[in-house]
């Protein structure tokens, strides 16, 4: 992988969370340990947004974020790892990768306990985290869902680590033959490789939300959901998407710690995560068990394939 840039959304208004704002320090402890010069920062807005009529809460301001970020990815190179904030941050991010790319090249990896595929109609809660994937479908309101070349086929995206859908969801993801592969099964990391090897896709966009994690491994999550995926078979599943297919962008969302000594606890976590996604891969590449987290800021193991 070539040196990535890394753009931090610390946006907060996607989330249906009663402590969403958490999501801001998430993303500022993150960025603290990236590296300065590859990382730019989208400016998100403090005022919560209006729904203005659509039934997504915080529309208007979602809208903002989604059109700043797409701005900012428009003067980036390389692949880029964005970095949240609520999953919706992730949304300008998958858009300009799919866009980039003849039509059918990209697959989508959503690495999440949950399948965030509601829409207006279905949701039960009205917040947008919720309904990310359905709107990178096309299924949304204009604004937010994707259009034209940036829109992703339902038949090239691949659930990872889910096992939390609502009743709508689940029967999307069966009328719509959405792969699915279980958390037990990315204790091979080779499910996941041929999930998208199914899609005949050549291009991988890796998304992770941390709640994919089994609560045990991480505390700063707002939505966890037990039976969660291990941190080691996480990482060995996305080293083995990136050893077949060419990255072209990743994200990384959804940390919510409670303080910022809580933050400090799960960081080595996290960091092995973005490891993964930057990291130099076969041989001398950081092993997913006992290695020390690298500190992508100061670590000069990060040089030249990593960030």
Request: aromatic fraction near 4%.
């Amino acid at each position: 992988m070539s040196a990535a840039s890394f753009l931090v959304v610390p946006q907060w208004q996607g989330s249906g969370s009663s402590r969403a704002m958490r999501l801001i320090d998430g993303a500022d402890a993150i960025r603290g340990d990236l590296p300065a010069g590859a990382t730019h920062v989208v400016p998100v807005p403090s005022a919560a947004g209006d729904a203005l009529g659509t039934g997504v809460h915080r529309f208007s301001s979602l809208t903002l974020v989604r059109e700043l970020a797409a701005a900012e990815l428009a003067l980036l190179e390389g692949p880029v790892v964005t970095v949240g904030g609520d999953c919706a941050a992730d949304l300008a991010s998958v858009q300009h990768a799919v866009a980039s790319r003849p039509a059918g090249e990209v697959a989508l990896v959503w690495f999440d306990a949950h399948g965030d595929l509601n829409n207006v109609t279905s949701s039960p809660s009205g917040a947008f985290h919720g309904m990310v994937v359905r709107a990178l479908l096309g299924d949304g309101p204009a604004g937010l869902a994707s259009t034209g070349d940036a829109r992703l086929a339902s038949s090239h995206l691949v659930l990872a680590g889910t096992r939390s859908l609502d009743d709508g969801e689940s029967a999307f993801v069966d009328a719509a033959g959405i792969r699915v592969v279980a958390p037990g099964e990315l204790e091979d990391p080779d499910s996941v490789v041929r999930a998208v090897e199914a899609t005949g896709a050549s291009a991988v966009y890796i998304h992770v939300d941390l709640d994919v994690l089994d609560p045990a491994d991480i505390d700063g999550i707002g939505y966890p959901e037990p039976f969660g995926v291990t941190p080691t078979a996480l990482c060995d599943a996305i080293r083995a998407l990136r050893g077949t297919f060419e990255l072209v962008g990743a994200g990384l969302t959804e940390f919510a710690p409670e303080s910022p000594d809580a933050a400090g606890r799960d960081l080595p976590v996290i960091l092995r995560v973005l490891g993964a996604l930057t990291g130099p891969l076969g041989t001398g590449a950081p092993s997913s068990t006992g290695a020390r987290p690298r500190h992508l800021s100061t670590d000069p193991a990060s040089s030249p394939d990593g960030p």
